[in-house]
């Protein structure tokens, strides 16, 4: 599946702000535990190995990049259930998910996610998400979609003076936290 995103950070006051105005109807926590190779070759690719939790139930997913067009963030997304959390994952199982050579990987942490869902319409999922990882917090907006973001969501992020500033993913913000 091909996933579209634009992501932007914000600051604490812009995302209750935004909580405030979209009213979402959705509000949950998962959890991402981040795997990678010893030679972190998967990160430097921009490849994202994870496990999500969400509801109890848990999936292992990996996130390929397949392209960016400006601050939008276009990947490949292939995802199967599991039924545990490992602490490492072998290269040949997540070869045959993607059918990309991958090597074995290893559980380097976890980031947990408060998560509101505004359904703006068929097409588009805002997403505001509260992160939490390594001692650390921070708060993005993600809106999903298919084809285009309505002109009325960026009139929206303009009234509130989000700039729209290329943003590096959960994944990537976790792994140079923990390199520090």
């Known amino acids: 599946m091909k996933e579209k995103e634009l992501k932007v950070l914000l600051s604490k006051s812009q995302f209750e702000s935004l909580c405030d105005r979209f009213k979402c109807e959705v509000i949950y926590t998962h959890i991402n535990f981040y795997y990678s190779d010893n030679q972190d070759i998967l990160r430097k690719q921009g490849v994202t190995v994870r496990v999500r939790v969400k509801n109890g139930n848990a999936n292992l997913e990996v996130k390929i990049p397949s392209g960016k067009q400006g601050i939008v963030h276009v ?3 292939y ?3 599991i039924d545990a959390i490992p602490l490492e994952i072998k290269g040949v199982e997540l070869t045959k998910m993607t059918k990309n050579e991958i090597p074995d990987v290893i559980m380097k942490g976890y980031l947990i ?10 097409e588009t999922e805002i997403c505001l998400d509260y992160n939490q990882y390594l001692g650390h917090e ?6 999903e979609y298919l084809d ?3 002109d009325d969501i960026y009139k929206i992020l303009e009234d509130e003076k989000i700039e ?3 943003v590096k993913g959960k994944s990537k913000r976790f792994f140079e936290k ?3």
């Open 75 to 77: 990947k490949e997304e």
């Open 79 to 81: 995802q199967k259930k």
């Open 113 to 122: 996610t408060e998560r509101r869902v505004y359904y703006w319409d068929t």
């Open 138 to 143: 921070d708060y993005e907006i993600e809106i």
């Open 148 to 150: 285009k973001i309505a």
């Open 164 to 166: 729209m500033i290329p």
């Open 178 to 180: 923990l390199q520090r």
